[in-house]
């Protein structure tokens, strides 16, 4: 019997299966049930010799278990009945072999090996007949791998579903996450440019810093270059003075008012010595001061070039996480252009 939708009814027109053949595999019903333990067991002798699916077996069930499943399956086929329930039923067995990996490549082989075992049994026990049986078999065959291929698409159609879920929230978080980068980038860049901009004229008056100091260590030196000078002036005067106090000294009474004068002229040489000694010791201290204030400047002149060409860096680094954000906008319109309606 065949109790249909009328669009269930147009796959069974398509393919010639008709309650005809439905009432031909329930009389070779007997024949089913002795044939049912041969084939089954020839069935599972070939699958098992195929690793894939031997590993199928041992991950989600048992081999006495799926024998007896398809022992009743085999016999299912004798119950002379189709309707919505029939569909349903073979519609969940796809879904299950869709859901545990069971390739469709190798549930529809088996369709051809059940014929092949089939065949056999029936032309021993149908000599007459056997054609007809298995020609109503093979359309049942067909049906049900028509479902199973059905049952395939709805899971790989659902699979694909929550794909483009996820797909859609990963991408909504890709744009907020990208707006507030663009957001972040804009800001960073605003600042990257005034400490560019900072970094430079810092750069540049480090430098004229450095010409100031190296102009003021000439001038020192020029004021060395003095007291070394005044320094010989002040040996000679000391070295006259002490001539004349020798020439005062033979003139006796008459060169006492000369030595006088010769005197303060030694006195005036002692004191101009003392004089350059101690402008020599400042000058040396202002030296050394100026060497330690010339390296700390040339320091901050290289940490303010440094950072200048980081701030140029990090403009160009920003440029580019600005263009991958671009282009990660792209990607998101590009997708929910794409999507199903």
Known sequence: MI?????????????????????????AAPVFEAAAEGIVQALYEQIERQPELKALIERHSTLDRLKETQRRYFLSM?????????????????????????????YLGTYMIYLDLASAHLAAALPDRWRMVLHALSKMFNLDSQL?????????????????????????GVSA??????????????SADTVGRLAVRTAES???????????GEQIEGI????SI???????????GLNAAIEAARAGDAGR??????????????HSKESLDLIRDKVESITAALSRVQALSAETSGAAQEQAESSAELGLFIGMIEKVSKELERLKEEAEAAEPL
């Open 78 to 106: 004798t119950a002379g009945t189709i309707d919505e329930r029939y569909f349903e039923e073979r519609l969940k067995i796809g879904a299950i072999h869709s859901r545990i990996g069971l390739t469709s490549q190798w």
């Open 257 to 270: 008012g000369f030595e006088v004068v010769a005197g303060e002229v030694r006195k005036l040489a002692r």
């Open 177 to 190: 996450a990208v707006q507030e980068l663009a957001a972040g980038m804009e800001q960073v860049g605003r």
């Open 206 to 216: 480090q430098e004229q810093t450095m010409a100031q100091l190296d102009l003021l």
């Open 148 to 172: 199973v291929l059905e049952a395939y698409e709805r899971d790989e159609k659902a699979k694909l579903q929550r794909i483009s879920d996820s797909q859609s929230d990963i991408l909504t």
């Open 224 to 227: 060395e270059s003095m007291g």
């Open 230 to 240: 005044m320094n010989g002036i002040s040996e000679q005067t000391h070295l006259l």
């Open 3 to 27: 109790a249909l939708s009328a669009a269930r009814q147009k796959q069974l027109d398509y393919i010639g299966l008709k309650d005809e053949d439905l009432q031909l595999l329930r009389g």
